[in-house]
């Protein structure tokens, strides 16, 4: 009984083992499969850092360390990692010629506007509505004077110059047929609601609008709405922009002042006497 028994049990003993050994070679040709998330956690990449919670990627990689092409791709965003088939100059050209063509180019504003260099703002024009509204650029170049002191460690476009950018379209419809015949200046006597939304820099194209809202020809005031856009975002506004008629300005000097004295005083003495009466 006891030599039966023995066998027995060596028997289960081998029966036990070859179970064990035709189960491991089963896993090993059907390794269980994982869901993708769980497959890059369990089989990192050699040259991925993963961060600990709480702590950003860059503190854990060297500074000198190289990043291979699978780690720079996978710092880029995938806004920014979107595929953008090089097709060169000309082409990139071409998707702007149907706005690049301009109504008045940098010569004809010269021949409207008497600003100049380094003080005419508007390159040139797109789009006009004679005695309405006109759409306008100005490229704003890193090399212009007054980022020399605006500032020298970040270079940001003047307020005041984006404003003045917008009076100068304004003043390219007022100077142009039906609100007058061209001869004569527009002077910038006010401005009201001004807003300015993001800093326009060095290499930005501020695209510009300017729309006639009253014109009153009696006493040659005019008023425009201006705006400016950057890339589609709004970054200027000016609610309301107030013009005097050259012309108008010196009638009511010879008129109305009881001496002369200065051409700026005289000047400045009927855009504001002008101002008060309209008002």
């Known amino acids: 009984m006891r030599a039966s028994s ?6 289960l003993a081998l029966c036990v083992c070859c179970f064990a050994a035709s189960s491991a070679a089963f896993s090993l040709r ?3 499969s994982l869901p993708p998330g769980a497959a890059a956690f369990a089989n990192p990449a050699p040259d991925r ?3 600990p919670a709480g702590g950003p990627l860059s ?11 699978a780690s720079a791709a996978a710092a ?7 595929e953008v088939p090089y097709t060169g100059a000309q082409s990139v050209s071409s998707l702007t010629q149907s706005v690049a063509l301009p109504v008045f180019t940098a010569e004809q504003i010269k021949q ?3 600003h100049r260099f380094p003080f005419l703002l508007v390159d040139k024009v ?3 509505e004679a005695g309405k509204r006109a759409v306008g650029v100005k490229q704003v170049s890193n090399n212009e004077d007054p980022f020399n002191g605006h500032f020298p460690e970040r270079a940001v476009m003047p307020g005041v110059l984006q404003v003045e950018a917008l009076a100068q379209l304004a003043g390219i419809v007022a100077l142009q047929p039906p609100l007058s015949d061209g001869k ?3 002077f910038f006597a006010g401005a009201n609601g001004i807003k300015w939304k993001k800093p326009v820099l060095p290499g930005d194209t501020l695209v510009m609008e300017a729309e006639l809202l009253t014109w009153k020809e009696k006493f040659g005031i005019a008023k425009f709405a201006g705006r400016g856009f950057v890339d589609g975002q709004l970054a200027v506004e000016v609610a309301e922009m107030t013009f005097a008629f050259g012309k108008k300005v010196f009638e009511y000097a010879e008129v109305d002042r009881p001496h002369k004295e200065t051409a700026a005083q005289d000047r400045h003495y009927s855009v504001e006497d002008m101002r008060n009466r309209v008002e």
């Not at 503190?59 to 092409?69: F, H, I, N, R």
């Not at 880029?76 to 979107?82: E, G, L, T, V």
């Open 59 to 69: 503190a854990q990689v060297p500074s000198s360390a190289p990043l291979s092409s």
């Open 30 to 32: 059907n390794p269980p």
């Open 76 to 82: 880029i965003p995938p806004s920014a990692a979107a």
């Open 49 to 51: 850092v993963t961060p």
């Open 184 to 186: 004569g200046l527009f």
């Open 126 to 128: 797109l789009q006009f």
């Open 112 to 114: 409207i506007l008497p």
């Open 6 to 11: 023995g066998w027995f049990f060596r028997w």
